[in-house]
């Protein structure tokens, strides 16, 4: 299967450690994207990539948060100091240039303690 | 201020029978929608899409109709299967990122 891979699919951590997700996007597409989604709500937008360049970022991306797609391929999503408020599930998803369809990957769990 | 809205959280429905799903939006500019249906413990997996060009689109069991003077979708799942049971967004694209309304829970009874 050559879908969105994820991993770690589950992390706990405490309250002030950093963390990274990292994220395989179906081969072909130039697009990547982060989204958190909470309890009871739609997946937010984060960020986005275009092969390695960042082009967009969400208000919601604080200081603490920092993605990378250094060879245009895979990408990481680094939280640094988390927060209880943190705690969400973290999806990525990845299209082609020309389209609105994305497909997202099985997404990470975090869970602030 | 949410610019894609569900106002039904959850919706129950008996087998073989219609389900339909609701969406509104705000910015009658939007002029591509998409429809993602999410299992727990799953990324969102796209459903199906309109183009506001059209009124309706199909794809087997699944319609999205479109009312641009209402602002208004619908998803219609016909007939229906337990194994439809999950929650569906539905979204539409803001630049390059979408947006999403909350979700809409669906049951289909056995």
């Known amino acids: 299967d050559t879908g969105v891979s994820q991993d770690p699919r589950h992390k706990i951590t405490k309250r002030g450690q950093n963390v990274t997700f990292r994220c395989d996007p179906i081969?072909?597409?130039?697009?990547l994207y982060w989204y958190r989604q909470t309890l009871g709500q739609g997946p937010e937008f984060l960020t986005y990539f275009q092969n390695e360049a960042q082009l967009e970022k969400s208000r919601l991306l604080s200081d603490r948060f920092s993605a990378e797609r250094p060879k245009g391929s895979f990408s990481t999503l680094e939280i640094q100091r988390t927060e209880q408020g943190d705690s969400a599930m973290y999806l990525c998803?990845?299209?082609?240039?020309?389209?609105?369809?994305?497909?997202f990957g099985p997404g990470t769990r975090l869970t602030v303690t | 201020d949410q610019q894609v809205k569900q106002n039904s959280p959850s919706l129950s429905v008996q087998e073989g029978r219609i389900s339909i799903l609701n969406c509104d939006y705000t910015n009658s500019m939007f002029d591509y929608f998409l429809w993602y249906k999410k299992y727990p413990a799953e990324g969102p997996t796209f459903l199906i899409s309109?183009?506001?060009?059209?009124d309706k689109n199909e794809d087997g069991r699944f319609t999205v109709f479109l009312n641009k003077s209402a602002k208004h979708l619908s998803l219609h799942i016909v007939p229906s299967q337990p194994g439809d049971s999950a929650v569906y967004f539905c979204a539409t694209p803001l630049s390059r990122m979408l947006t999403f309304g909350g979700g809409t829970r669906l049951m289909v009874k056995p």
């Open positions: 309109i183009s506001s060009i059209k």
């Open positions: 081969s072909e597409h130039n697009r």
């Open positions: 998803a990845s299209s082609l240039v020309n389209s609105y369809e994305q497909y």
